[in-house]
């Protein structure tokens, strides 16, 4: 419920533009990307730290979908608002449109998977996935078929089941279609929205409104088939019907994570005075706390339960992979970071009302919703997984697997794309106001209240 109070909110330029105040963190963020990027390429290509050409793909992949996520779980945000007809988030919808709209640059993180293809075939040299040179096997073993059958042959006949699915010419096709949709739909949001400050238009709402239905259905097709894609299938003998929900899951930490730290650092350089208020704030870390830690909680328990009570080794075998040696500590980590802590630490309202408590927790979980990934994209499936007689068997085998959670490349290539992509998004809000000024509902937004 809410209630209507009245209110005089500061519409002004100076509240709702960014102008030049945060140029210095923008430039900031820039230089950090450029230079994160090219330590990754030093680290990554000279064989650094131990660091093979597997691990460097995959350090790739991940930052990529974490940055990715970020964007998703913006436009998620952003649709579902028009499809609910909400007006308390008028006044915070603008900056989440404008985070979802780097997704017209989402095609640009595949440009390092074009280059595995361009690059030729590569081969597995041991069954701890190093590789010779470089190919599309280097970083999903369902391209190397020659390799696969040579080195993990309990795997090769699931594997090549697939097939009509896991080739290359219909990956391409698919992402194809992933990036053009997430491209078109957000940028279409945010010319909409915007359009509408200049001409008031109410049709232009309603427009929003009728699309967001059709949208819902393609983003939840995308971004399943996307998380099948790109990070089931760098273990491709596995496989789970539930894994599209876990990432959508993983987007709405991040994404709303995100948004309710630019808000806050959006008033914290005085803009957005009088706008956002202690009851947005509160209904956006309901949010965080619904998608980000509930919901997370509750598909990533459902998920391994099935698997787990099936005991198929095909299935076991991804799980396996993330309880042996270091691994083991870091599932742990990941329980109670991406739930427990938070859950008890933002289950109060009140919590949710203060700005400095709010700004942690969201810091806290974009931290791990970047973790969240690492786990999943990092591990190896173990080759005797699927052949063992018993699970101490392998246990005790890799006992000293290691995480490389520390490994220096994890933190220039997140410096990297996370700069790079934080610098996008400060020159894309420099370059729009800062609220949607003529939404028919903004008064709803502006008196909102919680009851």
């Known amino acids: 419920m809410s209630s209507i109070h009245v209110a005089k909110p500061d519409l002004s330029e100076a509240n709702v533009r960014l102008g030049s105040a945060a140029m210095g963190v923008q430039q900031g963020a820039g230089l950090v990307g450029i230079i994160g990027l090219v330590a990754s390429a030093v680290i990554g290509f000279g064989g650094m730290f131990g660091t093979t050409p597997t691990f460097l793909m995959k350090s790739w992949t991940q930052n990529y979908m974490f940055v990715l996520a970020i964007s998703l779980g913006a436009l998620f945000f952003v649709f579902i608002q028009h499809l609910t007809r909400a007006g308390w988030s008028t006044t915070v919808r603008r900056p989440a449109e404008l985070i979802a709209a780097n997704l ?117 097709l995308t971004v399943t088939f996307a998380a099948f894609d790109w990070i089931m299938s760098l273990s491709p003998a596995w496989f789970s019907t539930m894994f599209g929900v876990y990432f959508f899951c993983g987007c709405c930490t991040c994404g709303f994570s995100v948004l ?45 339960m099935l698997i787990w009570y099936a005991n198929i080794p095909e299935e076991t075998g991804w799980f396996l992979g993330r309880q042996i040696g270091g691994w083991g500590t870091l599932s742990f980590v990941l329980l109670f970071g991406h739930f427990v802590v938070p859950f008890v630490a933002l289950i109060s309202k009140w919590t949710k009302r203060l700005s400095w408590y709010l700004l942690a927790a969201a810091i806290w979980m974009l931290f791990f919703g970047w973790f969240d990934l690492y786990w999943l994209i990092m591990p190896e499936v173990p080759a005797d997984a699927m052949t063992a007689k018993t699970y101490m068997e392998v246990v005790e085998a890799h006992a000293d697997a290691s995480t490389h959670i520390f490994n220096p490349l994890n933190y220039t290539m997140l410096a990297g794309v996370g700069g790079i992509y934080l610098w996008m998004t400060i020159r894309r809000m420099r370059a729009s106001t800062l609220l949607a000024l003529r939404d028919p509902r903004l008064h709803e937004g502006l008196a909102f209240e919680n009851q």
Do not use: C
């Not at 957005?272 to 328990?301: C, P, S, T």
């Open 104 to 220: 017209k640059w989402a095609w640009v993180g595949l440009i390092p998977f074009a280059a595995l293809w361009l690059s030729g075939g590569g081969h597995v040299e041991g069954g701890d996935g190093a590789h010779s040179h470089w190919g599309p096997g280097v970083l999903f073993p369902w391209a190397d078929l020659e390799a696969l059958k040579a080195h993990h042959p309990a795997e090769y006949d699931i594997v090549a089941a697939k097939s009509a699915y896991l080739n290359s010419t219909f990956f391409w096709i698919r992402a194809i279609i992933y990036v053009t949709f997430w491209g078109v739909v957000s940028t279409w949001f945010l010319r909409t929205s915007i359009a509408q400050d200049a001409t008031g238009d109410i049709r232009l709402t309603e427009k929003m409104q009728k699309w967001s239905g059709p949208v819902a259905i393609g983003f939840g």
């Open 260 to 304: 309710i730290i630019s808000v806050l650092r959006l008033q914290s350089v005085g803009r957005l005075k009088q706008v956002v208020n202690r009851e947005h704030y509160q209904d956006m870390g309901k949010l965080l706390f619904a998608f980000g830690m509930i919901f997370w909680a509750y598909i990533g328990f459902s998920q391994y």
